[in-house]
C-alpha cells in the first residue's frame, strides 16, 4: 500500500490514483467569538441571558435576553379585587416590597380620590426608607462580593438583618409583607418602635463606615470599578433611565423632589449625584443614599403626629360575648357607643390604632374587627367591602402614579371600570429601562468588567419580567 504521507492534500472530487498539484495555505482570517453568560451563571441571578460576541477578551457586541422569569403579575391583578394586588406587588421587588405595597395603594386612592391619614403617611415614609437602605445594603453587598469582597457582604447582610427584624415587628414578615392596604395600612407601628429605629440606625451607619474604609480607597475596587459599565446622562435620558443609575451620571432626578408624595416635601435631605456615569459613581451614590434615607427616617420619627392614639376609653366596655347575649334578649340600649373587648384572636388593632392609620373611607377601608364583631353597621361594612362583586369600585377612569423606588421611578398605571377588580393594571419597573442599555454599558469592556456592571444595574427578576 503506498503512503499518502507528504503527498500533500488531496483534492475534493480527486480519484485516489490522482497526485494532488497543490497544497492548501495555513488561513490568516480571525473571527469572533460568541459565549453564552447566563442564565446559569451566578452573577446572572438565574434569569439573564447575555450572548456575548467577544474579539479576544473584549466585548464588542451583546444580545440580551430577559425572559425566564415571567410571572404575569399584570393578567393576575385582573382576576380579583383591588386589594388583592397587594400580595403581588410584594413579589414586583422582593428586596424592598414595602414600596411597591405603597406605590399601587397610592395610585388606587389617587383613582378613587381620598387620601390616607396624616400618621399613615408618616409610617409609609419611615417603612419606605427602611426598605431602600436593606435594596441598598444588598446591591452593595452582593456586588462586592462578586468582585471577592466576602467581607462586606457579610457586614452588609448583618445590617440588614437588623433593618428586616424592624420591618418584621411591623408587618410580621420579613419579604413577603402585604402590609400595604388601599387607605392606610395593616396595622400601627409597634410601641417601642422609635427608639428601636433610632439604636439600629446607629449601628447601620456604624457598618457603613466601616464598609467605606474597606471598599472606597481600595485598589482592586477603585480598578474593578472606575472607568467600566460608562453611560453619559444624554444616552441615560434618551433610554430613560431614572434612580441611582440616572444619577450616577450627574442628572438629580427624583420623584421624592420632584413630585413629592406622602410627607417627603417635608422632609430635608440631599440627592446625590456622580460626574462620570461608571460603577464606581454609582456606588458612591448608592451609599450616600443610604445616609439619607437614615436623615429622612430620624425626620419623620421626630415629627410623626400621634394621631387619635391616645383615645379616651372611657364609657362601657363589654366583652364580645356578653354583647352577643344581651343583643339576643334585645337589650341593646346604650351598645352604639359602647366598646368591644375582644380576645387577641379577634382584637387585632384596636379602633383608636386603626383610626389613626387608616383613612376614614368606608368606600375603600375595612372597619376594625371591633365594629365588625361588635354591630351590625361594621358587620354590613365589613361585608360590603369583601363580597364578591362589591368591595372598592372607583369611578370609570385611569391614574398614573409614581414614587421613588430603590432602582428608580416606580410607577402604576390603573384602569377603572367602575367594578369591584381592576380593568388594567401597567406596573412600570425601573429596572427595565436599565436592561434595555444595558448593551450600550458593556460593549467596548471586557468581559471581566460585565460582573460589577451587571451588579450596579441591580435588577430584580420578578419586577423586570412580569
Not at 290 to 304: D, T, W, Y
Amino acid at each position: 500500500m503506498k503512503s499518502v504521507r507528504g503527498s500533500g492534500f488531496r483534492v475534493l472530487g480527486q480519484t485516489p490514483n490522482q497526485t494532488a498539484v497543490s497544497t492548501v495555505q495555513p488561513s490568516t482570517e480571525t473571527r469572533n467569538m460568541f459565549l453564552n453568560i447566563g442564565p446559569s451563571h451566578p452573577a446572572m441571578h438565574g434569569i439573564i441571558q447575555i450572548i456575548a460576541e467577544l474579539d479576544g477578551e473584549r466585548i464588542v457586541g451583546a444580545d440580551v435576553e430577559i425572559g425566564y422569569l415571567h410571572r404575569a403579575f399584570e393578567k393576575e391583578s385582573e382576576r380579583g379585587p383591588y386589594n388583592n394586588v397587594v400580595p403581588y406587588a410584594d413579589r414586583l421587588n422582593y428586596v424592598s416590597p414595602l414600596i411597591n405595597n405603597f406605590g399601587y395603594c397610592l395610585a388606587v386612592e389617587r383613582l378613587l380620590g381620598i387620601e390616607a391619614t396624616e400618621r399613615c403617611q408618616y409610617i409609609r415614609v419611615i417603612l419606605s426608607e427602611i426598605s431602600r437602605i436593606t435594596d441598598h445594603l444588598t446591591c452593595v453587598g452582593a456586588s462586592a462580593m462578586e468582585l471577592g469582597a466576602f467581607t462586606v457582604f457579610l457586614y452588609m447582610i448583618k445590617a440588614r438583618e437588623w433593618l428586616w427584624e424592624l420591618i418584621e415587628s411591623v408587618t410580621g414578615a420579613r419579604l413577603t409583607i402585604s402590609y400595604g392596604r388601599v387607605g392606610g395600612v395593616k396595622a400601627d407601628l409597634p410601641e417601642d418602635f422609635a427608639g428601636r429605629t433610632r439604636a439600629v440606625l446607629e449601628e447601620v451607619r456604624k457598618v457603613l463606615l466601616e464598609c467605606d474604609t474597606l471598599l472606597t480607597r481600595n485598589r482592586i475596587f477603585v480598578d474593578r470599578m472606575q472607568g467600566t459599565g460608562v453611560i453619559s446622562k444624554e444616552t441615560a435620558i434618551s433610554y430613560a433611565i431614572t434612580g441611582p443609575f440616572l444619577r450616577g451620571s450627574g442628572i438629580a432626578l427624583d420623584t421624592r423632589k420632584a413630585q413629592p408624595y406622602f410627607v417627603y416635601d417635608r422632609m430635608q435631605f440631599d440627592v446625590p449625584t456622580g460626574e462620570h456615569g461608571d460603577n464606581y459613581d454609582r456606588y458612591l451614590v448608592r451609599m450616600e443614599e443610604m445616609e439619607q434615607s437614615m436623615r429622612i427616617i430620624e425626620q419623620a420619627l421626630a415629627a410623626i403626629p400621634a394621631g387619635p392614639l391616645n383615645v379616651d376609653m372611657e364609657g362601657n366596655i363589654l366583652p364580645a360575648s356578653v354583647m352577643v347575649d344581651e343583643a339576643k334578649m334585645g337589650r341593646v340600649a346604650g351598645f352604639k357607643q359602647a366598646r368591644v373587648r375582644l380576645d387577641p384572636t379577634l382584637e387585632g388593632s384596636t379602633r383608636g390604632y386603626h383610626e389613626a392609620i387608616n383613612a376614614r373611607e368606608k368606600r375603600a377601608v375595612l372597619p376594625a374587627k371591633e365594629d365588625t364583631y361588635g354591630n351590625i353597621e361594621g358587620l354590613m361594612h365589613h361585608f360590603k367591602l369583601i363580597m364578591l362583586g362589591h368591595g372598592i369600585r372607583p369611578p370609570k377612569g385611569e391614574y398614573y402614579s409614581a414614587v421613588e423606588g430603590a432602582n428608580g421611578e416606580l410607577g402604576f398605571y390603573v384602569v377603572s371600570d367602575g367594578s369591584d377588580r381592576p380593568y388594567r393594571v401597567r406596573v412600570h419597573p425601573p429596572c427595565f429601562t436599565i436592561m434595555a442599555a444595558l448593551r450600550e454599558l458593556i460593549v467596548g469592556d471586557m468581559v471581566a468588567d460585565l460582573v460589577p456592571t451587571f451588579g450596579s444595574v441591580n435588577m430584580i427578576g420578578g419586577e423586570l419580567d412580569r
